[in-house]
């Protein structure tokens, strides 16, 4: 079945850590998103990307980094410098040239900073 | 830019009563308009979503929502909940290059 596979769905990490999400598709959408769901906040945007090897931050980007070497992979780093970083995150895809910009979900990842 | 607030965080149903929860959009062009609906510890899942034909969109597990363009609304209806509605759901409009979502509402379904 095609899909969004996030991993790991749980992550627990020491202040002043790096952590990579990682985000895989299968879908063979364009484009690749990562948003930040923070409790009575709704979903924002930290980074996008439409094409391989191209990527645009969102409204939430700062201490945040992403890489897209693959179509099928957006992985996303949570670097020390993000000041809050407990959160549930969700990756999702779309395809580029449908005009409706309906989003694909992963099941998300839960990061706990110690 | 474009922006959806959903009106009430929590809603309470008994089972088998109508399900309403409230969506008002602001957009600067005819807009596409979704509700998504998840589950704890998962993703988000569509429900429906307006593209701009019927103004009556009918979704998965007996939703549907009625697009207003005078009343700028989008709001989300089922006639009868089921303890399996609880969830929280998600009003969203697709603008340039993302999709802006609402601070989402809170199903409680009551037996």
């Known amino acids: 079945d095609g899909g969004i596979t996030q991993s790991p769905k749980y992550l627990f990490r020491k202040e002043g850590q790096n952590v990579t999400l990682s985000c895989e598709q299968n879908?063979?959408?364009?484009?690749m998103y990562w948003y930040r769901q923070d409790p009575g906040q709704g979903l924002r945007l930290i980074y996008y990307s439409q094409i391989v090897n191209d990527f645009q931050k969102g409204d939430i980007a700062e201490g945040y980094s992403v890489s897209r070497e693959k179509k099928e992979s957006f992985p996303l780093t949570v670097t020390s410098a993000q000041k809050n970083p407990t959160a549930f995150y969700l990756c999702?895809?779309?395809?580029?040239?449908?005009?409706?910009?309906?989003?694909?979900f992963g099941e998300g990842s839960r990061l706990t900073v110690l | 830019a474009q922006s959806v607030t959903q009106l009430g965080s929590h809603v309470s149903v008994s089972e088998g009563a109508l399900v309403l929860l409230r969506c008002n959009y602001s957009s600067s062009v005819p807009p596409y308009l979704f509700w998504y609906v998840q589950y704890p510890n998962q993703g988000l899942q569509l429900l429906l979503k307006y593209t701009s034909a019927a103004t009556l969109v009918k979704g998965i597990n007996g939703f549907e929502a009625e697009f207003k363009k005078s009343e700028t609304s989008f709001h989300l209806t089922k006639p009868s909940a089921h303890m399996s509605d609880a969830a929280e759901y998600f009003c969203a409009v697709s603008g340039a290059y993302k999709l802006s979502f609402g601070a989402g509402t809170t199903v409680t379904v009551r037996a």
């Open positions: 879908l063979n959408h364009d484009a």
């Open positions: 999702a895809s779309s395809i580029v040239n449908q005009n409706t910009g309906e989003l694909f």
